[in-house]
């Protein structure tokens, strides 16, 4: 998607050890109105999919999901959640996940009552790295007993292994910007190009294993 | 707002000690109608601010905050982070806010570049208790300089003092309904009607710190 790729180029910051910093448009100032375009691209991309649920995780794909699920009929949005609070009692799915960006193992939990058999999902997520997250979201979805109907991230780091993982495995992942190189030193992005193959240089691979 | 009200009334749980939970619609599964005329309300509730930018904290807040910021021109909402992670570098504002719910102590941090003295805000979160959130994000707008412009909440407890207390400092406060009593033995809850003074029932006063 130009207009994502066009705003990670200007505004994203290139940091050491694969950190790409979107902070001033995505994930702690948020421009509604990139969301909003970046909602009727998902849309584009998913259409024929009976989508009739948006799942995301708190706190980053909040906003893109709740700006996404107007494109998709009003579909209402659950976030699954980092850690047990006293609000949330009642059964629930639960899963371990590692973060790239934090280095740390956290329980993520959606609440049982708000996702099942009838539902035919869309996950959202605003980075796609190693997939550790995402598994852990596809999970859920399979406990739940509802239909993955595919997988919407904004920026994918087409250097990690997440995104070719999750392809290989059948999901219908589509990604708004691909990052296929980055260059702490000089600020360089590189984008995959629309039906370019991943690089071909070794990925860099890590676990999602604690 | 009778909406909101309704269905607080419907899709609502009234648990002990002071304890709403709201997660059908408002922060764990969204409905995102909701959400919208929600903004719609906040919007005509402060038509005449010149309000250029909302202000949340995660994660409940980040949804409503989107929605809202449709109706205020796209403005772009920064959301107050909860924790430090190595994506968030550079100078920021910091604050340490108790939290009712959760029962412990975070620190919460605006990056300095995305908040200054141009802004007019609008403060956004989805309850107000105690008022301790609110107190570190009006902290945290005065330290940049900006003007608060307003406070939109979603679910005011009315007997808890947040509510009493940034009146009282001259704040624009509006809150989209106002629980002024909840009895988790017949799950009744009732509204403060529009006009009508907080009860007069001692408030539950708790403190800011830990």
Redesign the interface.
């Known amino acids: 998607m130009k207009l994502l790729e066009d705003r990670i180029q200007r505004d994203g910051v290139v ?1 050491a050890e694969g ?1 790409l ?1 979107v ?2 448009f995505l ?7 990139l ?2 375009a970046m909602g009727a691209e998902f849309k584009r991309l998913f259409a024929d999919a009976p989508i009739n649920k948006i799942l995301t995780i ?2 980053s794909g ?2 893109i ?3 996404a ?2 494109h998709f009929d ?6 699954a ?1 980092k850690a047990q ?4 009692d009642g059964e629930m799915y639960r899963t371990r996940i590692q973060s790239f ?3 740390k193992v956290f329980d993520v939990i ?2 049982k ?2 996702i099942g058999p009838d539902d035919h999902v869309l996950i959202i997520d605003d980075f796609l790295a190693n997939g550790c997250a995402l598994n852990g979201l596809l999970e859920i979805v399979e406990a739940a007993g509802a239909t993955v109907e595919g997988i919407g991230i904004a920026v994918e780091k087409g250097f990690q292994p997440g995104g070719a993982s999750l392809r290989e495995r059948g999901y219908h992942l589509e990604s708004l910007a691909i990052v296929d190189a980055m260059d702490p030193t000089t600020g360089q992005i590189t984008f995959r190009q629309a039906g370019e193959p991943a690089p071909s240089h070794e990925l860099t691979v890590e676990t999602c294993e604690a």
Not at 27 to 33: A, L, P, S, T, V
Not at 85 to 88: E, G, Q, V
């Open positions: 940091k950190v910093k902070d001033g994930n702690h100032r948020i421009d509604i109105e969301l909003d708190e706190a909040i906003g999901a709740c700006m699920a107007r009003n579909a209402p949005v659950v976030f959640k609070s006293i609000n949330l960006t934090h280095g959606v609440s009552k708000f």
